[in-house]
């Protein structure tokens, strides 16, 4: 979304205030087993990220000799991806990820790192879904990471802080306001480091997983395997991360 007043895209607002520190808060590359997993779904195939980020996921992808595009709204982390060695072999197309703004089919469309709850309602996220169904070819397969739980707070609590990082040279904090009726989030993200403060905030919008799964259907998908982990652990109600990978219903009618 644009602020017509300004012209700033608010989508990328979180984007660009991180990517400088991105990959050293989180690594350059992601965890080598969601890596390991993305290159087998994609199975030599064309493969498109959505919220590609610093490319932590599509550099490697693509050095692995995998097409690769990727889709970002921010231009501070698309300039971040452009600096690294092998970005080269990476399309980036800056847009809004619900909007899915590129052409051609792929074998594997991927959005980690809980990037779908950045979209700010269910209607974005459905959206979202229904953009990707168009862009997969037969047998390809959507790929999403989000939690599988929300913050612990007692139930008469709307607010608490949690702890994301300590170190000697940094610490991180969440402070967050739960909407639960709305399924909202709006939190900040504080880091302190070097004797300075950064705050970023960050508006989300969670789902569980059986709406998920609903969203995927209206958008002709289906659930193929749903993991709680990259190294494919099933899913329990235990589980804190939720791997979700949905595949096309080959007769599915668009509805009008």
């Not at 991180?172 to 939190?187: I, K, S, T, Y």
Request: aromatic share 8%.
């Amino acid at each position: 979304m644009s602020d017509k007043r300004t012209g700033r895209n608010e989508k990328a607002d979180y984007g660009d205030g991180i990517a400088d520190v991105f990959d050293t808060w989180y690594g350059e590359e992601s965890d080598s087993d969601c890596l390991s997993a993305l290159s087998k779904l994609a199975d030599g195939g064309p493969v498109l990220e959505l919220g590609v980020g610093t490319g932590r996921v599509a550099v490697p992808l693509a050095a692995s000799g995998l097409a690769v595009t990727g889709v970002e709204s921010s231009r501070e982390m698309i300039e971040r991806l452009a600096a690294k060695p092998g970005a080269e072999r990476v399309a980036v197309v800056e847009g809004d990820l619900a909007d899915v703004p590129v052409d051609g089919e792929f074998s594997l469309v991927t959005c980690v790192d809980n990037t779908l709850f950045l979209l700010e309602s269910q209607a974005e996220q459905v959206r979202c879904f229904t953009n990707v169904a168009r862009r997969l070819r037969p047998g390809g397969v959507f790929v999403v990471e989000v939690p599988a739980r929300v913050p612990r707070m007692d139930e008469d609590e709307q607010q608490g802080v949690f702890v994301e990082h300590v170190g000697a040279e940094r610490v991180g904090l969440w402070v967050v306001e739960h909407d639960r009726a709305g399924q909202r989030m709006f939190m900040q993200q504080i880091s302190f480091e070097n004797g300075s403060v950064r705050l970023l905030p960050v508006p989300v919008r969670y789902a569980w997983p059986a709406e998920l799964d609903l969203m995927a259907q209206i958008a002709g998908l289906r659930l193929r395997h749903r993991w709680s982990g990259w190294d494919g652990s099933a899913f329990t109600s235990q589980s804190v991360h939720n791997v979700s990978v949905y595949e096309r219903i080959e007769d599915h009618v668009d509805l009008p």
